[in-house]
């Protein structure tokens, strides 16, 4: 499973600037795809029409741009505050042909990024967010049963290891999200889903059919 990596660049302030004598506030990643499917067939043609917006909590979600060669997604998300523990999800869409209004989920995954003022170096000036599904405090969500499973507040109430219950609130929230949105995937244009998901249609050039 690849490492999906978010370099952030911080300020006590907000975020607009990372460069060299600038007032450093700006959020900057690069972001590799999800492993499990590579190699996607429709991989150039997914990658023109698929959207990455990475979500941060109390932020507006962040479109990035989606590399078609290796269905990367990079970008840079502007004026982050600092001084808390914020959930981050990275959620790849697919604009449905017909209703182009429409974003079809194909996968979404969740981490959390610590930028409490006492976590980040004297100084500092970028620190770095994994979002690895293969680590047991980030989790990948490319089904209605995975969706389903994730925890809701009171599954949180028992942990004490500070990952675990950052990881456990930061499922939450964007479980709560998604259940709000309406969020599925397992998408077909009769509304009734056939057990496959999203993700693995659209690699197959099925989703739509």
């Not at 979002?131 to 004490?160: G, I, K, M, R, W």
């Not at 990881?167 to 009734?192: I, L, N, T």
Request: hydrophobic letters at 40%; proline letters at 7%; a negative charge.
């Amino acid at each position: 499973m690849s490492r999906t990596a978010l370099a952030l660049c911080l300020s006590a302030g907000l975020l607009t600037s990372c460069g060299a004598g600038r007032e450093v506030t700006a959020l900057s990643l690069e972001i590799p795809f999800l492993a499990q499917i590579n190699p996607c067939t429709l991989a150039a043609n997914l990658g023109q029409n698929m959207r990455a917006i990475l979500e941060i909590g109390g932020h507006e979600p962040c479109p990035l741009t989606i590399n078609s060669a290796d269905l990367s997604a990079r970008g840079e998300c502007e004026r982050i505050t600092i001084g808390i523990v914020r959930p981050i999800g990275l959620g790849y869409w697919l604009p449905n042909p017909v209703q182009t209004t429409e974003l079809v989920p194909l996968a979404f995954v969740i981490g959390w990024v610590n930028l409490e003022k006492e976590a980040l170096e004297a100084g500092a000036t970028s620190v770095t967010a994994v979002l690895d599904p293969s680590d047991p405090n980030v989790v990948q969500v490319d089904s209605d049963s995975e969706l389903a499973a994730l925890p809701t507040d009171t599954d949180c109430l028992p942990l004490t290891d500070p990952d675990e219950l950052e990881s456990c609130d930061a499922q939450v929230y964007f479980k709560e999200a998604m259940v709000a949105d309406g969020v599925h995937f397992d998408f077909e244009p009769g509304g009734v889903g056939d057990g496959i998901s999203n993700i693995r249609e659209a690699c197959d050039g099925t989703l739509f059919q």
